[in-house]
């Protein structure tokens, strides 16, 4: 199982199904929020203030930061014994990193948090308003995305793809292409959107202006998809910092997480299906 499988028969299909959803996405942009009806009725958030005191907010980055380096360096003592390939390696340690991070929150999660936990998120809800959201994100990431596109290239900028979807178009291997598609739709969505919308942006907005909240946790968001040493993925940073704005104000609207992280999966999924089926070249 080493050649790569060739879908591109599918591309067609591919493109065909992208131009519904972004229908449906242009559709919801009108139903939600862009009639007449829907701007002069907008319901209050339901995201509540995190009511965490600083030194606790600490911590949790403190033990999210540890579980993630003590991760990374166990998947690198345990390929030194079981080496293995340069692209499966990249899969390899981009998981041990990710579950790092969430076993470092789990931590803090079930011995040091003060007060109740809170109700769990409702998987209904989360999965209805999960696919809404990701409809509503798609047009216009993708209006960005090409427009960064264009203004790199005029630049003169390197215009390189993200690593991870660079490997995912050109690995010869089915394996890895499966275990970067497990940890981009599975791990990374549940990992990013405890970071960034249920942690950095719900402290942020009732400490800070609203905007700054929605700027700088998107931007930082944007920026650490970015490898800054060669610019490789420079142009995702404009649309993806969208794509993280919209994701903080569903996270906001609804107050549950799992509406995020449901999207955030549909979308790296989305991009998958793009670059494997050959429709996003």
Partial sequence: MTEALDLTPVAGAAI?????????????????????????????????????????????????????????????????????????????????LHGGVLAGLALYAYHFRR??????????????????????????????????????????????????V???????SNYVRIGLVIVATLIVPITEELVFRAGIF?????????????GGTALLFGALHVDWTHLTGLASLLPLTALAVIFSLAYERTGNIGTTMVAHALFNLNTFVLVMTGAGS
């Fill in 115 to 164: 007060g109740p936990s809170g109700p769990p998120p409702d998987v209904s809800t989360a999965w209805r308003t999960g696919v809404v959201t990701f409809l509503l994100a798609l047009p216009l990431v993708l209006g960005i995305g090409r427009a960064a596109e264009a203004g790199v290239r005029a630049l003169g900028l390197p215009d390189d793809q993200q690593e991870l």
């Fill in 16 to 96: 065909a199904l992208e131009f519904i959803l972004l229908l449906l996405g242009l559709w919801f942009w009108w139903r939600l929020a862009l009639r007449p009806a829907a701007r002069s009725h907008r319901p209050p958030p339901l995201l509540a203030p995190w009511p965490i005191a600083a030194s606790d907010f600490l911590l949790v980055a403190i033990l999210a930061l540890t579980g993630a380096f003590f991760a990374t360096a166990g998947a690198g003592l345990l390929q030194r014994v079981h080496p293995l390939g340069a692209d499966a390696s990249l899969v390899f340690g981009g998981g041990a």
């Fill in 202 to 214: 719900r402290y942020l907005r009732t400490r800070v202006p609203r905007w700054l909240a929605l």
């Fill in 166 to 172: 660079d490997l995912l178009e050109n690995t010869h």
